[in-house]
């Protein structure tokens, strides 16, 4: 087996207001449970990217790596800790609210090629080959309005990145461009893998402070159901967990499990 992952965590930006501060946290909680509880993955194959690191082509750069030789039997790990939003598609027709869900890098700023769209996600993805274990986590936003909640029992704090906000009715959505055909083809195919997702795409994702100490709410929740449930239940039915716990701590999110893999254990 040729098992690597890749843990992609930010917590500042450089604009301080859209700071965050559970990410790192949540993939240094990641690396342990994959790396020292279970040592399903080495330490050499687990690359970690944070804060200046994570621009989107050194996340792009290292999803290459990640994906690089891999072959039936192996386990591949990609997880995701930061903002998330939307922005104008340039698949109109696939799209009907106008939008491209994305992650937002530390270089974010806006214009198109600091973004990383679900479509670019879908082709970097689309090669992965059969009989490959991979999962892919995404705790960030995927709404208009981002808000990561920084304390419990504190009054909520919404934050517009860099107040950036789209507008799907007006003429900033892009029209088709050279590159929609391999979008099309891309997103229409079923993900060769498993993603496990915060919340639903009109959601936001809480950054919360849990026993001391700040993390995404989904990510300490997955985690948590994943270190007694991880070997036996399928990934399905662990978010459904998550969203029993998620639910009962006064989170308003509801976590997603979609792709061919979701009624899979989290390990091979």
Known sequence: MNNKALLVGINKYPDSRNDLRGCVNDILDMENFIAEKNKMYATENIKK???????????VANIKWLMEGAQAGDSLLFHYSGHGSQIPTHNKP??????????????YDGREETALRDKEFAQLFAGIPEGVHFVWISDSCHA?????DPFQGVEKHYRYFNTLKPKANEASILEE??????YQNAIVKPLNGALLSACASNELSADAYINNRFNGAFTYYLLKNLMQYSDN??????IQLVNKDLS?????????????????AFFL
């Not at 208009?144 to 990561?148: I, K």
């Not at 461009?177 to 391999?182: E, F, H, R, V």
Request: with cysteine; net charge negative.
């Open 94 to 107: 696939l799209e009907k609210d106008g939008l491209d869900e994305i992650i937002c890098p530390y270089d």
């Open 177 to 182: 461009g050279p590159s929609d055909t391999l």
């Open 248 to 264: 009962k701590n006064g989170y308003d999110q509801n976590p997603q499990s979609e792709g061919l893999l979701e009624t899979k």
């Open 233 to 238: 239940t399928s990934m399905q039915k662990v």
């Open 49 to 59: 990217l944070t804060d200046k690191d994570a621009t989107k082509k050194g996340i």
């Open 144 to 148: 208009e309005d981002l808000s990561r």
